[in-house]
């Protein structure tokens, strides 16, 4: 039958939730084998895992769903971009950790209705070799956030000297990475600490669980973040730019804090963020598809 037209939210939970499982039991069969890893990069890993995850996650979409977008971090942009419904799927977040077999990996799968995530599913990673363990996280837009279908909740901390923060870095050691080696610092100096896992799918779904209060980073793609944005902000997260603008996933940075202490953490980021501006760095949305029409609440 036709998919065009409005889906039912929770229908569209249930296929995300049917695909991000087919992407890990892809991820699990070789997590404690050898992997035959490639570069993207100097230092940017893609594994033969991250196209299988990527194939199984897309073929349950393109069953369910024959003329949805979909917009996958190895493949790019297929289906029809003219559908107000676009899929972002990233088969293996954090495929450094996965490739070291440090527990800190994901596949993350959401759909975008005109831009704004309204379904997704994030599969975490925990444990070790040996010993993996699988923890699921969910959300559908104004129905909470969950983990192996428990209600789940960001923290009440308030102040940023008891706080437990995230962060992340791309692969390119830009101005962009520079401004949050500096921040690392300064908040480093600040709270009880800075983590820095490597998944950012992973960091957002700790903030909706309430064991890390706060989390920022700049040059994320749709795929890394439209899942964990709807997880966090479901289970009660405030999410903005790191300038406090407005958020979308096609947002060149993301900070997404409990409510007490976003505007402390946002006091800081924003001053880097608006001085990368003022030296010329791009700054505007990116990853958008041709075609694909967003609402102007999501831009």
Not at 186 to 215: K, M, N, P, Q
Not at 253 to 261: E, F, P, R
């Amino acid at each position: 039958a036709s998919t065009t037209g409005p889906v039912a939210f929770e229908h569209l939970l249930e296929v995300a939730e049917r695909a991000a499982k087919a992407g890990a039991a892809v991820v699990s069969e070789r997590v404690d084998k050898p992997r035959n890893i490639e570069f993207k990069g100097a230092t940017d890993l893609v594994t033969d895992t991250d196209k299988a995850s990527e194939d199984a996650v897309l073929s349950v979409l393109r069953t369910a769903f024959p003329d949805h977008a979909l917009l996958g971090e190895e493949g790019g942009i297929s289906g029809d971009t003219g559908s107000e419904y676009l899929w972002c799927v990233d088969p293996l977040d954090g495929t450094t950790n996965f490739a070291h077999g440090y527990p800190s990996f994901a596949v993350s799968v959401a759909v975008l209705q005109k831009g704004d995530p309204v379904a997704g599913v994030v599969v975490e990673f925990a444990g070790g070799p040996g010993s993996w363990v699988t923890k699921t996280y969910t959300a559908a837009k104004g129905k909470g956030a969950f983990l192996n279908g428990s209600p789940i909740s960001v923290s009440r901390c308030k102040d940023v000297n008891l706080s437990l923060l995230v962060t992340g870095f791309g692969y390119e050691h830009d101005e962009a990475w520079a401004a949050n080696i500096e921040l690392f610092k300064e908040f480093t100096d600040e709270s009880r600490g800075v983590r820095r896992l490597g998944a950012a799918a992973v960091d957002l779904c700790h903030v909706a669980l309430g064991i890390v209060d706060g989390y920022w980073e700049f040059r994320l793609k749709p795929w890394d973040m439209a899942a964990g944005v709807l997880i966090a902000r479901e289970a009660g997260a405030k999410i903005t730019t790191m300038d406090g603008q407005p958020f979308t996933v096609f947002s060149r940075s993301v900070l997404a804090a409990n409510d007490g202490i976003h505007p402390a953490i946002l006091e800081k980021t924003q001053v880097k963020t608006e001085g990368l501006m003022k030296s010329g760095i791009d700054m505007s949305p990116w990853f958008l598809p041709d075609g694909y029409q967003v609402s102007d609440i999501s831009l």
